[in-house]
């Protein structure tokens, strides 16, 4: 009897492990694979549902041949120092749109001087998009804001019931004064976009551009600050927490010396003249029928003949973006990207979606390398930290064409967010100091795929702590059911 009481003991426990096990398999491949399911099969009914349906408006899609004088702006400080003297400057109007809006020195140095406008009669606006796990600029905040002057608007504020419409976002990232004036490209609001932080900075990219374009890029603010994916902060009932750093305060000793530094720091860029430069964005709202962003940069890069020369944070193709490399490497065309290794960023689940997509970038024509973290020796100011990652979103097409922007190479980017770009064509000037900013980046980086020396995974997580490898290697499996999140 006892034994075989032990016996039905461990079918028990064996039925159990079993049940717990089925469970365990629906949980991670299941839901994934649903999730995917219902991802794809949405795309695919908008697609058939607005196949020739497209929305239209003047603003997402503007050309112009007129000269317009642009700037590079490479340097996270300069660039920090630029937009506080448009500010400085304006008269009529200033238009921000960002995707993160940080709380810290950066950001109280900026709204303190939107708000000193504001107090002169300036119109002042703030679009930030609501992803909740990086929103900062509360509405206790925007209270303050609005208190002085500063109208804030936030850009889809939907829950996780929406799981789908939640998903997509406005990247835009943008800053346009008196509509002759504007700054676009990766850089949000924050320490680490300006070189200020102590523990990480972004190596990122902005182009200053004077000219006609500036006021389209306002009429596209003005589509999506009207659209119905804006929020007033006001109608929201939001947990707001703690209070945190006051915007508006008084500025602190440090902050002092900081502006004071800024107001003398000497420009580390220069003009010259974009003779037909292209504004391109998408649509306000999901849905892939909204997107232009990706139609035009995959026009420019099937017109490449020679060579393009991309830098993105983050490097995730799909079948679709490896088919259009594909095509264009046949034509022998090279391609070189520029992305971070796992080290240099703390997106491992990008990273682990890259590594597991190796294969199938190794083909002729095609290199890959990762920024190795290192700090990039900019200008006069020592490097505010140890440890830096690449943010820039911008290409050189033939060392003639360049586009800066908010496009990453990735397929939240191509399918679900709302970006920018600006393209500036048959300027070499332009494009030789994007490729020489370029090049001093390559030169701190690692070859992962394309050259003889190349290594590989080992070089993608070369330098990485024993954490981050870990979380990259529990994703890794999951990373091609994913990678449409991602």
């Known amino acids: ?235 929201l009932a939001v947990d707001e927490g703690a209070a945190g750093l006051d915007l508006l305060a008084q500025p602190t000793a440090a902050e002092d010396a900081l502006r004071a530094e800024l107001k003398a720091h000497k420009p580390q860029h220069s003009f010259t003249t974009c003779n037909d430069t292209h504004f391109v964005t998408d649509y306000p709202g999901s849905g892939v029928e909204r997107r232009r962003v990706y139609t035009a940069i995959a026009q420019l890069v099937s017109e490449a003949r020679q060579r393009v020369i991309v830098e993105s944070p983050y490097l995730v193709l799909r079948d679709d973006g490896i088919g259009l490399l594909q095509s264009v490497l046949q034509r022998g065309v090279k391609l070189q990207f520029l992305t971070n290794t796992l080290h240099s960023t703390d997106a491992f689940y990008a990273v682990a979606s890259l590594s597991d997509s190796l294969d199938r970038l190794n083909l002729p024509n095609l290199e890959v390398w990762g920024y190795d973290g290192r700090p990039l020796k900019q200008g006069e100011r020592a490097p505010a930290s140890e440890r830096w990652g690449v943010h820039g979103k911008r290409a050189v097409f033939d060392d003639r064409t360049v586009v800066v922007g908010t496009y990453n190479m990735d397929p939240r980017s191509a399918n679900l967010n709302s970006e920018l770009i600006v393209i500036c064509r048959n300027n070499p000037t332009l494009a030789a100091t994007m490729t020489q900013s370029l090049q001093a980046r390559l030169k701190q980086s690692r070859p992962i795929s394309g050259t003889a020396n190349a290594g590989g995974y080992h070089a993608l997580i070369e330098g990485a702590d024993a954490d981050a490898i870990f979380q990259m290697r529990m994703v890794t499996p999951f990373a091609s059911f994913l990678d449409f999140l991602l």
Do not use: C
């Not at 400057?89 to 406008?117: C, G, H, N, P, V």
């Not at 850009?155 to 509509?179: E, P, W």
């Not at 190596?203 to 374009?213: A, E, H, R, T, V």
């Open 1 to 235: 009897m006892a034994a075989r009481g032990g016996g039905g003991s461990r079918w028990n426990l064996w039925r159990f492990v079993r049940w717990i096990g089925i469970v365990l398999l629906v949980l991670v491949i299941g839901v994934p694979l649903l999730f995917y399911a219902a991802f794809m099969g949405i795309q695919e009914a908008s697609e058939r549902q607005w196949l020739g349906q497209a929305p239209q408006h003047a603003a997402i899609d503007v050309r112009s041949r007129k000269p317009h004088p642009v700037a590079l702006l490479d340097v996270g400080f300069d660039s920090l120092a630029v937009r506080l003297r448009m500010i400085e400057e304006a008269r009529e109007s200033i238009e921000l749109e960002f995707f993160i809006y940080e709380i810290d020195e950066a950001s109280r140095l900026i709204t303190q001087a939107l708000a000193r406008k504001a107090a002169q009669g300036v119109k002042v606006r703030i679009l930030v998009d609501f992803a909740l796990p990086i929103f900062k600029l509360a509405p206790h905040y925007a209270r303050t804001l609005e208190a002085a002057g500063v109208q804030v608007r936030y850009y889809n504020t939907s829950g996780i019931a929406r799981f789908f419409a939640m998903q997509h976002r406005t990247h835009r990232k943008l800053l346009v004064v008196d509509r002759k004036a504007a700054v676009i490209g990766g850089r949000n609001i924050g320490n680490d976009y300006f070189d200020l932080s102590p523990h990480y900075n972004f190596l990122d990219s902005d182009l200053l551009i004077q000219g006609d374009i500036a006021s389209a890029i306002v009429d596209s603010f003005e589509l999506y600050w009207a659209s119905d994916w804006v929020t007033n902060p006001k109608d």
